[in-house]
C-alpha cells in the first residue's frame, strides 16, 4: 500500500525563449555512474540517478551481449546538485553492470510530488525471475518512496513491478521489464516499462498497477537481408501534453533504423496514435507552456552505427519546424527544464565514472562562434516506414536528399552532418563486425528470439 499522497507534478518548462537562440553548453557535474533520468526537488536542488557500476555479487546474463554477465553491487545512487555542489544524498541503490561498470541498470528517474514525497524507479533489463530466483534483491523493478536524503539508504517500496509483469505479461512476449520513465500526476505515479512494451500507472494507497497502453510490435527490414522482422516498440519516455494527454516516446528495438522513432498520444481508451515521427533512439520528452515538444535522442545517428552522438530536438507546436542541438552530447538520457529556462541534461549516461550533468542556457551568447549550437531544419511528409524516402531535408541552409532505396535508408548508409555536408557511408549491410563496436560480435538470432531485453542493447 502507498504511504504517501501524490499531486500534480508534471514535466513543463515555464520558460518562454527565443527559439533562434544559441545556447551555452556547460559540464553543471562529472564523474556519475551512469546517471539517469534527472528532476529539481521542492529545494531546488536538482536531483540525479545514477544506475551505478554493478559489483561483485551474483550475476545474470546481459541481454545484449551474449556470453556476457551483468554482476550486482549496491552501488546506485541519487546526487542533488545545489548552490554549484554536488553530493551523493541516497546511496546503496541496487546496481548490475558488467566487470568494467558498463551497461547498468538500477534507478532511473526520480519525481517529487507538490507535497515535497520523493518517488525513485529501479530499472532491472530481464526476466522478473531472475531478479527473484538468482539475484534475490528485491529492490529492482520497483516504485520505491525516498525515505532520507542524508547520504544513506533510506527507502521503502511501494508497487513491485517486476511481480506484475510476471503475472500479467500485458504485451504477451517473454517476460521482461525495465522501468524506465516515470511521471506523477495527482494522486497517480505513471511509469514507462520499456522491457514490457507498456505504460502502467499507479493510484496511490494501494491497490494494483493499471495498464495505461500496451505498444505493439511491428516489423522492420533486416539489415542482414530477407524477409521483414519482428521489431519491439520500447517505450523509454512520457510526458504530459498541453492539452491533458500522455506521450510516448520510443527507443525502437532491433535494428534501430534511423529516424523511425516517433512520439505516442496516449488516449483515454488505452489506444496510441502516433503525433511525430522521423525520430531516432527516443530517451526523453518535455513540452513546453507554448506547446513546443523537446525531444532527446540517444543516438542520433542509430544505434547499429558507428559514434555516440545524441541529440536534443526541439519541435515547434505548429509540427514542422525542428531545432536540433547536437554539442557535446554523446548518449544522454534525461531531459529537465530549470525555473529560469535552462535545460539539463544527463549525459554519457552508460558509463561508470564518467557521466556528466550538461546545463544549456538561453540567456547569453556562447563564447565560440565558429560552430552554431543550433540548426533548424523542415521535414516534409517524413514516411521512415514508406519503402522509399525521397524527402529533402534542409539542414542549416544546405539542402541533401537521402536516398531513393528505402533499405540502404534503413541502415542509415546516408549519414547528414548537422552542420550542412553530407557524409555519405557505405551502402552495403553493415556487416556483424560493426555491431556494438568493440564489445563483440551482436547474435541477432538471440536479440530477436523474444527472451533478451529488446531495450538493453541501446547501450553500447
Known amino acids: 500500500m502507498l504511504k504517501k499522497s501524490w499531486h500534480d507534478n508534471s514535466k513543463r518548462s515555464?520558460?518562454?525563449?527565443?527559439?533562434?537562440?544559441?545556447?551555452?553548453?556547460?559540464?553543471?557535474?562529472?564523474?556519475?555512474?551512469?546517471?539517469?533520468?534527472?528532476?529539481?526537488?521542492?529545494?531546488?536542488?536538482?536531483?540525479?540517478?545514477?544506475?551505478?557500476?554493478?559489483?561483485?555479487?551474483?550475476?545474470?546474463?546481459?541481454?545484449?551481449?551474449?556470453?556476457?554477465?551483468l554482476f550486482y553491487g549496491a552501488t546506485g545512487a541519487i546526487t542533488r546538485i545545489k548552490n554549484g555542489v554536488a553530493n551523493r544524498v541516497v546511496t546503496g541503490l541496487p546496481s548490475l553492470a558488467l566487470p568494467d561498470g558498463s551497461n547498468a541498470a538500477g534507478v532511473s528517474d526520480i519525481e517529487f510530488d507538490a507535497a515535497g514525497n520523493a518517488y525513485a524507479i529501479v530499472g532491472l533489463g530481464s526476466n522478473p525471475a531472475n531478479r527473484d530466483n538468482?539475484?534475490?534483491?528485491?529492490?529492482?523493478?520497483?516504485?520505491?518512496?525516498?525515505?532520507?536524503?542524508?547520504?544513506?539508504?533510506?527507502?521503502?517500496?511501494?508497487?513491485?513491478?517486476?511481480?506484475?509483469?510476471l503475472a500479467n505479461n500485458p504485451d504477451g512476449q517473454q517476460p521482461d521489464t525495465n522501468l524506465f520513465d516515470l511521471l506523477i500526476q495527482k494522486n497517480t505515479a505513471y511509469v514507462v516499462d520499456a522491457g514490457g512494451n507498456t505504460l502502467l500507472s499507479q493510484r496511490a494507497f494501494g491497490g494494483e498497477p493499471?495498464?495505461?497502453?500496451?505498444?505493439?510490435?511491428?516489423?522492420?527490414?533486416?539489415?542482414?537481408?530477407?524477409?521483414?522482422?519482428?521489431?519491439?516498440?520500447?517505450?523509454?519516455?512520457?510526458?504530459?501534453?498541453?492539452?491533458?494527454?500522455?506521450?510516448?516516446?520510443?527507443?525502437?528495438?532491433?535494428?534501430?533504423?534511423?529516424?523511425?522513432?516517433?512520439?505516442?498520444?496516449?488516449?483515454?481508451n488505452g489506444q496510441s496514435e502516433l503525433y511525430a515521427t522521423c525520430f531516432t533512439s527516443i530517451v526523453d520528452l518535455a513540452f513546453d507552456r507554448k506547446g513546443g515538444l523537446y525531444v532527446l535522442e540517444y543516438d542520433s545517428n542509430g544505434l547499429l552505427n558507428p559514434g555516440d552522438a545524441g541529440a536534443l530536438i526541439y519541435l515547434a507546436p505548429d509540427g514542422k519546424t525542428r531545432t536540433t542541438v547536437t554539442d557535446k552530447l554523446i548518449n544522454p538520457n534525461g531531459l529537465e527544464f530549470g525555473a529560469n529556462g535552462d535545460i539539463y541534461i544527463s549525459n554519457n549516461s552508460n558509463v561508470a565514472g564518467q557521466g556528466e550533468v550538461l546545463r544549456l542556457s538561453f540567456d547569453r551568447q556562447p563564447k565560440h562562434r565558429d560552430r552554431e549550437h543550433f540548426h533548424k531544419k523542415n521535414f516534409h511528409d517524413c514516411q521512415p516506414n514508406a519503402d522509399t524516402l525521397d524527402d529533402i531535408i534542409n539542414f542549416g541552409g544546405s539542402t541533401s536528399t537521402y536516398p531513393q532505396d528505402r533499405t540502404q535508408m534503413s541502415i542509415a548508409s546516408d549519414v547528414i552532418d548537422y552542420y550542412g555536408s553530407t557524409d555519405t557511408r557505405s551502402r552495403g549491410a553493415f556487416q556483424q563486425?560493426?555491431?556494438?563496436?568493440?564489445?563483440?560480435?551482436?547474435?541477432?538470432s538471440l536479440n530477436t528470439s523474444g527472451g533478451l531485453d529488446p531495450f538493453a542493447i541501446a547501450y553500447k
Open 433 to 444: 563486425s560493426d555491431l556494438l563496436s568493440n564489445r563483440g560480435t551482436f547474435d541477432y
Open 14 to 69: 515555464d520558460a518562454d525563449r527565443q527559439r533562434s537562440q544559441q545556447p551555452q553548453i556547460e559540464v553543471l557535474v562529472s564523474g556519475l555512474d551512469s546517471p539517469r533520468k534527472l528532476s529539481f526537488g521542492p529545494d531546488g536542488g536538482l536531483y540525479v540517478t545514477e544506475a551505478g557500476r554493478g559489483g561483485t555479487g551474483a550475476s545474470i546474463p546481459d541481454p545484449a551481449i551474449p556470453g556476457a554477465l
Open 210 to 268: 493499471k495498464v495505461e497502453a500496451v505498444f505493439p510490435i511491428r516489423t522492420a527490414t533486416n539489415p542482414f537481408g530477407g524477409q521483414p522482422i519482428p521489431q519491439q516498440f520500447v517505450p523509454t519516455s512520457v510526458a504530459a501534453g498541453p492539452d491533458g494527454a500522455l506521450y510516448v516516446g520510443q527507443l525502437t528495438g532491433f535494428p534501430f533504423e534511423v529516424g523511425s522513432a516517433g512520439v505516442y498520444r496516449v488516449g483515454t
Open 134 to 165: 538468482v539475484l534475490k534483491v528485491p529492490d529492482f523493478s520497483q516504485l520505491i518512496g525516498i525515505d532520507k536524503f542524508d547520504g544513506g539508504a533510506s527507502w521503502t517500496r511501494l508497487q513491485d513491478f517486476g511481480a506484475y509483469e
